[in-house]
């Protein structure tokens, strides 16, 4: 698989054999494990609030996504207990279709080891054909991970006038 493709299978520096896919509402009880399994960190990074537990409509959202409107992506490993879910990443278009909001999250011990990246890239590889013209994100301005991380993917730093704490990155896409 060549480093654009946005699905199918790879293999980490260590060996580790990984698959990137869309979500499928097949997916609801490990995306549930996923979540569960986040520190509380990583929940507050991503969720800017500790959840340990998906309601049934938010894990109905999270694996159901509008086609028209978004994608949903996950990582996988697979193991002795069947495929466990390493990562998420997804976007939503606003109604305009000039923008959308992305959000990523990588399982604490799967950190800095590319996944994000790869993540991050075939989200951007989906949107090519879209029409939108940027993305975005919402993140908390302590969250100095995902900070570095938006600005080595291209991604300029605005404040939020509303609310001092959080930042809105955006990558306008050619």
Same mark, same amino acid.
């Given at each position: 698989?060549?480093?654009?493709d946005s699905e199918g299978t790879w293999t980490l520096a260590d060996g580790t054999k990984l698959m990137l896919?869309?979500?499928?509402?097949?997916? #609801?009880?490990?995306?549930?494990?996923?979540?569960? %399994?986040?520190? #509380?960190?990583?929940?507050?990074?991503?969720?800017? %609030?500790t959840i340990k537990d998906l309601s049934k409509?938010?894990?109905?959202?999270?694996?159901?996504p509008d086609s028209r409107n978004a994608v949903a992506l996950i990582v996988l490993r697979g193991g002795e207990s069947g495929e466990e879910e390493i990562g998420v990443a997804r976007y939503v278009i606003d109604p305009d279709r000039a923008n959308c909001e992305f959000a990523i999250v990588v399982a604490d011990k799967w950190q800095k080891r590319g996944i994000g990246t790869r993540l991050m890239k075939a989200l951007i590889s989906h949107l090519q054909a879209s029409g939108v013209k940027q993305i975005s994100g919402s993140v908390l301005k302590s969250n100095s991970a995902m900070r570095k991380f938006g600005k080595q993917m291209g991604f300029a730093e605005t404040n939020i006038p509303d609310d001092p704490s959080i930042l809105s990155i955006t990558k306008h896409l050619d």
């Open positions: 698989m060549g480093q654009d896919r869309h979500i499928a509402p097949a997916d #609801a009880a490990r995306e549930q494990a996923f979540v569960q %399994g986040l520190s #509380a960190q990583s929940s507050y990074f991503r969720f800017h %609030g409509k938010e894990l109905k959202y999270f694996t159901e």
